[in-house]
C-alpha cells in the first residue's frame, strides 16, 4: 500500500512560484496531475523510476518535477504560474516502471489533492 501525502499549495499570483511536495513510500513511477472545476483530470508532469521526466506542453518551461529518493519525495516546482494553472493538483504513483506519463489509469494511487489558485 502507498499513502502519498501532497502539500504546498496556496494562493499565488500571476507570475508567482509554488512548490508542491508528495511523500511516497517506495520508488515509484510518479505523477502530478489537475483538475479544475468542471473540467476532466488532466497530465501535468511525471518522473519515470528512473528519472527520465515528461512534462505536459501547457506547463512545458515553467514546472519542474523532480524527486529526492532519500526522503522518498517527488517535488513540482511551478514558475511563472498563470490564472489557467489554477486547480486542485494531485499526486499519483505507479509501481509500474513501464507506464504512460499522461494516463489517468495508468497510476495505481492517488493523493487527496492540493488546491492551487493564481490570482491575476
Known amino acids: 500500500q502507498v499513502q502519498l501525502v501532497e502539500s504546498g499549495g496556496g494562493l499565488v499570483q500571476a507570475g508567482g512560484s509554488l512548490r508542491l511536495s508528495c511523500a511516497a513510500s517506495?520508488?515509484?513511477?510518479m505523477g502530478w496531475f489537475r483538475q479544475a472545476p468542471g473540467k476532466e483530470r488532466e497530465f501535468v508532469a511525471a518522473?519515470?523510476?528512473?528519472?527520465?521526466?515528461y512534462n505536459a506542453d501547457s506547463v512545458k518551461g515553467r514546472f519542474i518535477i523532480s524527486r529526492d529518493n532519500a526522503k522518498n519525495t517527488v517535488y513540482l516546482q511551478m514558475n511563472s504560474l498563470k490564472p489557467e494553472d489554477t486547480a486542485v493538483y494531485y499526486c499519483?504513483?505507479?509501481?509500474?516502471?513501464?507506464?504512460?506519463?499522461?494516463?489517468?489509469?495508468?497510476?495505481?494511487?492517488w493523493g487527496q489533492g492540493t488546491q492551487v489558485t493564481v490570482s491575476s
Open positions: 499519483a504513483a505507479s509501481f509500474g516502471c513501464t507506464v504512460v506519463p499522461g494516463r489517468v489509469t495508468a497510476y495505481d494511487y
Open positions: 517506495g520508488r515509484t513511477f
Open positions: 518522473i519515470s523510476c528512473g528519472g527520465s521526466t
